[in-house]
């Protein structure tokens, strides 16, 4: 049974580019939501899509911009990049949009260093 | 807005040692709490998690106890092992027109033999 999947892992980008992350759920999950995690600190809230839909959005510009799919899979995408964007992204899953009651899996994370 | 603050680290213990890492959240309603764990090289996972007020968490011989009255959610184990050096994080999750989770900062543990 496959975990939550996330390409690439590592990548290096410039300021002013623009990247694009992906993210396979758990099998059986159809709730994706993505983290921000910088150096030293916790993961940081971006959003959450269920149903093809951006249900819930975290204190991020709108330079972060997401899709689901209807395989249930994820693409994070992030424009004009600065130096500050350089952190671990991470994409969890779960079922049934998010309830609070079901449990979350996190995949290993995308590290995005920008130069 | 909702958030999440625990003890800094990192902590070092010694095997069989008492591990308490104090948590305490801020919430509007009534969130489920939980505690994640993130050993070296690998990602986050679930340790342990309560829905709702003076539920017990518990796993691997890790329990936390929801406290309402002091918005709490304390970690704690009786003896540690080696095994468990890892960076533990508190959060909680509350719909709020979804259901998003907060995390803390992390606190991570040493532990020696």
């Known amino acids: 049974d496959a975990g939550v999947t996330q390409s690439p892992t590592h990548l290096i980008k410039t300021r002013g580019q623009q990247v694009t992350l992906r993210c396979s759920p758990k099998s059986g999950h159809d709730t994706v939501s993505w983290y921000q995690q910088a150096l030293g600190q916790g993961p940081q809230f971006i959003f959450q899509?269920?149903?093809?839909?951006?249900?819930q959005r975290g204190n991020f510009p709108d330079r972060f911009s997401g899709h689901q799919f209807p395989n249930y899979s994820s693409e994070l995408n992030v424009n004009a990049l600065l130096l500050g964007d350089s952190a671990l992204y991470l994409c969890a899953s779960s079922l049934g949009g998010g309830a609070s009651n079901q449990p979350q899996h996190f995949g290993d994370g995308t590290r995005l260093s920008i130069l | 807005g909702n958030s999440v603050t625990q003890m800094e680290g990192p902590v070092t213990l010694s095997e069989e040692a008492f591990l308490t890492i104090n948590c305490t959240y801020t919430a509007t309603g009534y969130p489920s709490l939980f505690w994640y764990v993130q050993y070296p090289g690998e990602g986050l996972q679930l340790l342990l998690k309560a829905t709702k007020a003076d539920d017990k968490g518990s796993n691997k011989g890790f329990e936390a106890t929801y406290r309402k009255e002091t918005t709490s959610f304390h970690l704690e184990k009786g003896s540690v092992q080696v095994s468990d050096s890892a960076v533990y994080f508190c959060?909680?999750?509350?719909?709020?027109?979804?259901?998003?989770?907060?995390f803390g900062a992390g606190t991570r543990l040493f532990v020696k033999a």
């Open positions: 959060a909680l999750s509350e719909w709020t027109g979804g259901f998003k989770t907060i």
């Open positions: 899509y269920y149903e093809e839909e951006e249900r």
